[in-house]
């Protein structure tokens, strides 16, 4: 089995800063893209960014304001939130692709979801 486990959402003011860490284990071949999804009240899961082979892409909404970094070592992948709005409020979500061990192809696996909710 493998199983992504996300730590570091809360509460924070307009303006101040978060970090989200997300940690994949299990049997583990080969990991590929990892990333953060959100998920607004009342809206549809969105792409937040996603590090893949050395480049990383972010939505436009968050550019130059949040900033996702990979352990490889680790399993890993960490969302850097700065100068937060009350709009990212949401239910935070890490994806990975991920080749299971004996297993061809990768597949998505989806952590719990963490909730960050921006006060103004």
């Known amino acids: 089995q493998v199983q992504l486990v996300e730590s570091g959402g809360g509460l924070v003011q307009a303006g101040g800063s978060l970090t989200l860490s997300c940690e994949a284990s299990?049997?583990?071949?080969?990991?590929?893209?990892m990333g953060w999804y959100r998920q607004p009240p009342g809206k549809q899961r969105e792409l937040v960014g996603i590090v893949s082979g050395g480049t990383t892409n972010y939505a436009d909404s968050v550019k130059g304001r949040f900033t996702i970094s990979r352990d490889n070592a680790k399993n890993s992948v960490y969302l850097q939130m700065n100068s937060l709005k009350p709009e990212d409020t949401a239910v935070y979500y890490c994806n990975a692709q991920i080749r299971r061990l004996y297993m061809s192809g990768n597949r998505d696996y989806w952590g719990q979801g963490t909730q960050v909710t921006v006060s103004s």
């Open positions: 299990g049997s583990i071949a080969s990991i590929n893209a």
